[in-house]
């Protein structure tokens, strides 16, 4: 079992940063891949980034060169800094887990169904 808790999200002007956190609980064996999603009412959930336990990561297209994942394995924390947001990037984020240690990333954008775990989700507003 692992327990997902977001924090970080707010309402910013386009051009905004803002940083999410994710804090981690339970076993780390499930735990081996994370990643961010997100959700705009109507619209699917779909991936952000993805990172692996051994630091691996893959990201959206239109989110790559403004946002970095990245995990602090030692203090069980998922970050997710976001900079330069746009209108566009306004969505509930969410935090996900997965036991399985996938070769392959990019793929997992697309598939939220492949992940195990999931946080409550931290809304983020971009105004332009």
């Known amino acids: 079992q692992v327990t997902l808790v977001e924090s970080g999200g707010g309402s910013v002007q386009a051009g905004g940063s803002l940083r999410l956190s994710c804090a981690a609980s339970?076993?780390?064996?499930?735990?081996?891949?994370m990643a961010w999603f997100r959700q705009a009412p109507s619209k699917e959930r779909t991936g952000v980034a993805v990172?692996?336990?051994?630091?691996?990561?893959t990201y959206e297209d239109s989110v790559r060169g403004r946002f970095i994942i990245s995990r602090d394995n030692a203090k069980n924390v998922l970050y997710l800094e976001m900079t330069s947001l746009k209108p566009e990037d306004t969505a509930t984020y969410y935090c996900?887990?997965?036991?399985?240690?996938?070769?392959?990333?990019?793929?997992?954008?697309?598939?939220?169904?492949?992940?195990?775990?999931w946080g409550q989700g931290t809304q983020v507003t971009v105004s332009s």
């Open positions: 996900a887990a997965d036991p399985s240690r996938w070769s392959s990333l990019r793929h997992l954008l697309n598939k939220p169904a492949s992940f195990t775990y």
């Open positions: 990172i692996r336990r051994d630091g691996i990561t």
């Open positions: 339970g076993s780390t064996a499930n735990r081996e891949t």
